[in-house]
């Protein structure tokens, strides 16, 4: 009884093993792959918003100044 019970405490200290091993290549891989792609489309989208908020501006700006008839 007591080999049953060693054997499977080491297959669960195994596969702890093992998840630990893959958890740390996952956070290896979104660190260094998912994270800089997140940052540029983020810097993307705010260089866009950026322009067209500026482009909104300049409208706001040209129908002031143009009086109305």
Do not use: C, Y
Not at 3 to 9: L, V, Y
Not at 11 to 22: F, G, H, K, P, T
Not at 33 to 56: C, F, M, Q, Y
């Amino acid at each position: 009884m007591t080999t049953r019970k060693s054997s499977a405490g080491q297959r669960v200290s195994a596969a702890a093993n093992q998840m630990e091993s893959e958890l740390k290549e996952f956070v290896r891989w979104f660190n260094d792959d998912v994270v800089p792609n997140v940052r540029i489309g983020s810097s993307k989208a705010l260089r866009t918003a950026s322009t067209k908020l500026a482009e909104l501006a300049e409208e706001l700006e040209r129908h002031t100044r143009t009086p109305k008839r």
